[in-house]
């Protein structure tokens, strides 16, 4: 089970960028699918994005057309580009990953980033 760490996170203006990384202990080439988890202060955790090995990623409604998320296997890091960022946006974002399939009972999760989005 590989250790994830999340970094990137901050304060931003309405309409600027942020880019999220997770960085994994050990490989994530064969891991099935990585994605990022969403949670606002009284509110439900919202999948943002997945990507499975070698397929393509999907989002949630609500950040289409301005996220955008990747996978280094080189660098054995996940990436979430986040781009025309919104108030509705902040949150604290987890990195976690399945090692074999959707909703892996071996699922690892990073600490948590928090994004804030205001003026």
């Known amino acids: 089970q590989v250790q994830l760490v999340e970094s990137g996170g901050g304060l931003v203006q309405p309409g600027g960028s942020l880019r999220l990384s997770c960085a994994a202990s050990?490989?994530?080439?064969?891991?099935?699918?990585m994605g990022w988890y969403r949670q606002a202060p009284g509110e439900q955790r919202e999948l943002v994005a997945t990507?499975?090995?070698?397929?393509?990623?999907n989002y949630a409604d609500s950040v289409k057309g301005r996220f955008a998320i990747s996978r280094d296997n080189a660098k054995n890091t996940l990436y979430l580009q986040m781009n025309n960022l919104k108030p509705e946006d902040t949150a604290v974002y987890y990195c976690?990953?399945?090692?074999?399939?959707?909703?892996?009972?071996?699922?690892?999760w990073g600490q948590g980033t928090q994004v804030t989005v205001s003026s």
């Open positions: 976690y990953a399945d090692p074999r399939l959707y909703n892996d009972p071996a699922r690892s």
């Open positions: 050990g490989s994530i080439r064969s891991i099935y699918v």
């Open positions: 990507i499975i090995r070698g397929g393509n990623p």
